[in-house]
């Protein structure tokens, strides 16, 4: 598609509950990217995919948090026995390669009650 | 490691006013240096970016200069209208490829 395309847009869960984001990045970007936007606050990186080399797992907060790429397409990002704390905007981008500009997705909203 | 510090916000300026948002940063090697705006309701844009000292990024009369010297990459613009209130990050990549962000600034501009 023309743009980086996330969803659901909007989720709202149980605490305890495991929910899944997904992203379609744009075809053809070979660098996948997850960032979480709290509240009043900036990004944090969350995870890196570039191609078919190991996933950079540096950002994730805990081991509640995983992600997956099959290659150079759709991205998920799973949040097992959701907290409070982890309500966010979770923001997925791409990007061509080095040289090239990143392109976010809209995001998805959760929120854990 | 790499950082971004930005102006804390929030600002509130007039429409014709101008706006500065002052952005300083810490990283290794030669890092890539962007400017992205959050509109309300809207995802994440790039606004404008600058990938070598002295280079300077302009887009919607906005423009910043990467100044190696001071590690500064301020936003600026000469007239702001009230279609600018935005959320305006500074961020940074280097060879390392993430972006790190600054917190964020909040800018309203009045009619």
């Known amino acids: 598609g023309a743009g980086v395309s996330q969803s659901p847009s909007n989720k709202v869960t149980e605490k305890g509950k495991d929910v899944e984001l997904r992203c379609d990045p744009i075809?053809?970007?070979?660098?996948l990217y997850w960032y979480r936007q709290r509240l009043g606050q900036g990004l944090e990186f969350l995870i890196y995919?570039?191609?078919?080399?190991?996933?950079?797992k540096s950002g994730l907060p805990s081991d509640r948090f995983s992600a997956e790429r099959t290659g150079e397409s759709v991205s998920t990002l799973t949040i097992q026995r959701t907290q409070q704390e982890d309500s966010a905007v979770y923001l997925c981008a791409s990007r061509a390669g080095p040289n090239y500009g990143y392109t976010f997705g809209s995001g998805t909203r959760l929120t854990v009650v | 490691g790499n950082s971004v510090t930005q102006m804390e916000g929030p600002v509130t300026l007039s429409e014709e006013a101008f706006l500065t948002i002052n952005c300083t940063y810490t990283a290794t090697g030669y890092p890539s240096l962007f400017w992205y705006v959050q509109y309300p309701g809207e995802g994440l844009q790039l606004l404008l970016k600058a990938t070598k000292a002295d280079d300077k990024g302009s887009n919607k009369g906005f423009e910043a200069t990467y100044r190696k010297e001071t590690t500064s990459f301020h936003l600026e613009k000469g007239s702001v209208q009230v279609s600018d209130s935005a959320v305006y990050f500074c961020a940074l990549a280097t060879n390392d490829y993430k972006l790190s962000f600054g917190a964020g600034t909040t800018v309203t501009v009045r009619a």
């Open positions: 995919f570039q191609g078919n080399s190991a996933p950079d």
């Open positions: 075809s053809g970007h070979t660098a």
